[in-house]
């Protein structure tokens, strides 16, 4: 007898409530938010604004997405590939038309996702993943290079210290992040030492009060929308690219899924709120993300006390964390650098295996990124030469082949493989018109036409045949096939 009611199944607690698991994520909470203000404050240099604007970007970003976005885990904050593309604007009309670029760019972002951008995400190639997980540990390298030139020659001895402490501290133990550790205890031989090293406090004053919600200082006007559409369109492309290929990336590596859609749209509504609290907008930090995931975190707790802890450390704790040395942040970089690189992609064996193409559309992306220190361009070329090259190899599967007829009243023809754009090109010469009889069959059993390239290159043998007084029978369509082919034949030319 079927039930009247449902049966209740009584809901498990949050993992993040198990003690445990509450230690690892607030700890790498932290870390992750000590690793956040240098380069909160460079993005900010970068657009050109007030190193507070950044701070506070980091800080909603943060906190909201840990609640509207997909991905449990990574973190999303003020990020250098948002800097570059609202630069131009700060510099040219000011603070006002850059919030408002943001809020503008948030809701683009909510309307993408709604609409399913995500599922985009489908058509990039693992070889491209692979050239962006190795790109991003280039650039999350190359972003340290500054910080170890024209420095004291006791930054250097610093670093190896925090490396070793990264390295050798998880053998002592894993209830306390290694990084944190390394942050610690430079900070502590710096100060105690008194070594005069760069500092947190040299990029900039750190915010003393919490940002206050308001509106843009601008002019509503048509105007105002015209001259910062343009913006808030490459603003939210290039942090869906960016959050969606990171999540992605988390995806892996945690052997989890996430809700892309959510995340494009929790990405956009973090903007929006960002963009009212004065900030500079911002989408997934790749770098933060990994030291997250690395550290063990895997609930929305971490990214959550990431934002927390990252404003508390600037208003409470300001004048301590002004003083920690730039080189334990770069220490606890490079390492999450070395760690994201795919070494095994690199290895002889490896490349001795692979199709030379995956190897192409892997150096291109890498190559791109790393020029251009933009992800998303470097994704987006990095697929469109995945897809050359996989038209090339298909167009080749496509093959005529004559096929005896006992009777010999009538020639036939087998085609098969993918009748698309790029094979379909070498079709119509594949053909004796002049040397068959007067009707010809075309059997097309093991074919399968994809667009109207195809439908076209048939029409066009048909009217050669029949040109020549002879008539041509098409058979073996599948379904999909047969309605493509019916649907716009004879369609394709001005004559009918």
């Given at each position: 007898m079927p039930r009247l009611f449902p049966r209740v199944h009584r809901t498990s607690r949050p993992a993040w409530l198990s003690p445990s698991v509450a230690r690892t994520e607030i700890l790498s909470g932290l870390v992750v938010a000590l690793a956040l203000i240098p380069e909160a404050i460079s993005f900010s240099i970068i657009a050109g604004v007030d190193p507070s604007i950044g701070l506070f970007a980091s800080f909603t970003m943060a906190v909201v997405i840990a609640i509207a976005g997909g991905?449990?885990?990574?973190?999303?904050?003020?990020?250098?590939?948002?800097?570059?593309?609202?630069?131009?604007?700060?510099?040219?009309?000011?603070?006002?038309?850059?919030?408002?670029?943001?809020?503008?760019?948030?809701?683009?972002?909510?309307?993408?996702?709604?609409?399913?951008?995500?599922?985009l995400m489908r058509f990039v190639p693992r070889s491209v993943m692979v050239g962006f997980v190795n790109a991003l540990a280039i650039l999350i390298f190359m972003a340290q290079v500054p910080e170890l030139t024209g420095v004291p020659w006791i930054v250097y001895p610093l670093v190896a210290t925090g490396l070793a402490l990264m390295v050798f501290f998880p053998r002592v133990t894993k209830a306390i992040p290694a990084p944190l550790v390394s942050i610690a205890a430079l900070t502590a031989i710096t100060i105690g030492a008194a070594l005069a090293v760069p500092t947190v406090g040299d990029r900039g004053a750190l915010p003393s009060a919490l940002p206050v919600p308001g509106l843009p200082d601008v002019p509503y006007t048509l105007d105002t929308l015209v001259l910062i559409a343009p913006y808030a369109l490459a603003f939210a492309l290039v942090g869906l690219m960016e959050s969606l290929m990171t999540a992605k990336l988390v995806d892996d590596l945690t052997d989890t899924r996430s809700s892309k859609t959510r995340e494009s749209i929790g990405q956009g509504i973090a903007n929006i709120v960002t963009g009212f609290f004065g900030g500079m907008g911002g989408c997934a930090m790749i770098g933060q993300t990994m030291i997250n995931v690395k550290n063990g975190a895997r609930t929305r707790m971490s990214t959550f006390c990431a934002g927390a802890f990252l404003m508390v450390l600037c208003i409470v704790f300001g004048p301590w964390v002004s003083q920690i040395p730039m080189a334990a942040l770069v220490a606890v970089m490079i390492l999450v650098s070395v760690g994201t690189f795919d070494w095994h992609s690199i290895a002889p064996a490896t490349l001795k295996r692979m199709p030379a193409g995956e190897i192409t559309v892997m150096v291109v992306t890498v190559a791109v990124v790393?020029?251009?220190?933009?992800?998303?361009?470097?994704?987006?070329?990095?697929?469109?030469?995945?897809?050359?090259?996989?038209?090339?190899?298909?167009?080749?599967?496509?093959?005529?082949?004559?096929?005896?007829?006992?009777?010999?009243?009538?020639?036939?023809?087998?085609?098969?493989?993918?009748?698309?754009?790029?094979?379909?090109?070498?079709?119509?010469?594949?053909?004796?018109y002049a040397g068959d009889p007067d009707h010809v069959v075309i059997d097309l059993s093991d074919a399968h036409i994809w667009d109207a390239s195809s439908v076209a290159a048939l029409d066009a043998v048909q009217a050669k045949y029949a040109a020549r007084g002879k008539t041509v029978q098409i058979i073996g369509l599948n379904e999909p096939s047969a309605k493509m082919h019916a649907t716009l034949s004879g369609e394709l030319t001005g004559s009918h």
């Amino acid at each position: 007898m079927p039930r009247l009611f449902p049966r209740v199944h009584r809901t498990s607690r949050p993992a993040w409530l198990s003690p445990s698991v509450a230690r690892t994520e607030i700890l790498s909470g932290l870390v992750v938010a000590l690793a956040l203000i240098p380069e909160a404050i460079s993005f900010s240099i970068i657009a050109g604004v007030d190193p507070s604007i950044g701070l506070f970007a980091s800080f909603t970003m943060a906190v909201v997405i840990a609640i509207a976005g997909g991905r449990p885990a990574m973190i999303s904050a003020a990020t250098g590939a948002i800097a570059l593309v609202v630069a131009p604007l700060a510099r040219e009309h000011g603070l006002g038309y850059l919030i408002a670029t943001v809020i503008l760019g948030g809701l683009i972002q909510v309307a993408l996702g709604a609409l399913g951008v995500a599922k985009l995400m489908r058509f990039v190639p693992r070889s491209v993943m692979v050239g962006f997980v190795n790109a991003l540990a280039i650039l999350i390298f190359m972003a340290q290079v500054p910080e170890l030139t024209g420095v004291p020659w006791i930054v250097y001895p610093l670093v190896a210290t925090g490396l070793a402490l990264m390295v050798f501290f998880p053998r002592v133990t894993k209830a306390i992040p290694a990084p944190l550790v390394s942050i610690a205890a430079l900070t502590a031989i710096t100060i105690g030492a008194a070594l005069a090293v760069p500092t947190v406090g040299d990029r900039g004053a750190l915010p003393s009060a919490l940002p206050v919600p308001g509106l843009p200082d601008v002019p509503y006007t048509l105007d105002t929308l015209v001259l910062i559409a343009p913006y808030a369109l490459a603003f939210a492309l290039v942090g869906l690219m960016e959050s969606l290929m990171t999540a992605k990336l988390v995806d892996d590596l945690t052997d989890t899924r996430s809700s892309k859609t959510r995340e494009s749209i929790g990405q956009g509504i973090a903007n929006i709120v960002t963009g009212f609290f004065g900030g500079m907008g911002g989408c997934a930090m790749i770098g933060q993300t990994m030291i997250n995931v690395k550290n063990g975190a895997r609930t929305r707790m971490s990214t959550f006390c990431a934002g927390a802890f990252l404003m508390v450390l600037c208003i409470v704790f300001g004048p301590w964390v002004s003083q920690i040395p730039m080189a334990a942040l770069v220490a606890v970089m490079i390492l999450v650098s070395v760690g994201t690189f795919d070494w095994h992609s690199i290895a002889p064996a490896t490349l001795k295996r692979m199709p030379a193409g995956e190897i192409t559309v892997m150096v291109v992306t890498v190559a791109v990124v790393v020029t251009t220190h933009n992800l998303a361009i470097g994704v987006v070329l990095g697929s469109l030469t995945a897809l050359v090259i996989f038209a090339r190899r298909v167009a080749h599967l496509a093959e005529v082949s004559a096929v005896v007829d006992p009777d010999g009243g009538q020639a036939i023809y087998a085609v098969t493989g993918q009748l698309f754009f790029a094979s379909s090109n070498d079709l119509v010469g594949q053909f004796d018109y002049a040397g068959d009889p007067d009707h010809v069959v075309i059997d097309l059993s093991d074919a399968h036409i994809w667009d109207a390239s195809s439908v076209a290159a048939l029409d066009a043998v048909q009217a050669k045949y029949a040109a020549r007084g002879k008539t041509v029978q098409i058979i073996g369509l599948n379904e999909p096939s047969a309605k493509m082919h019916a649907t716009l034949s004879g369609e394709l030319t001005g004559s009918h």
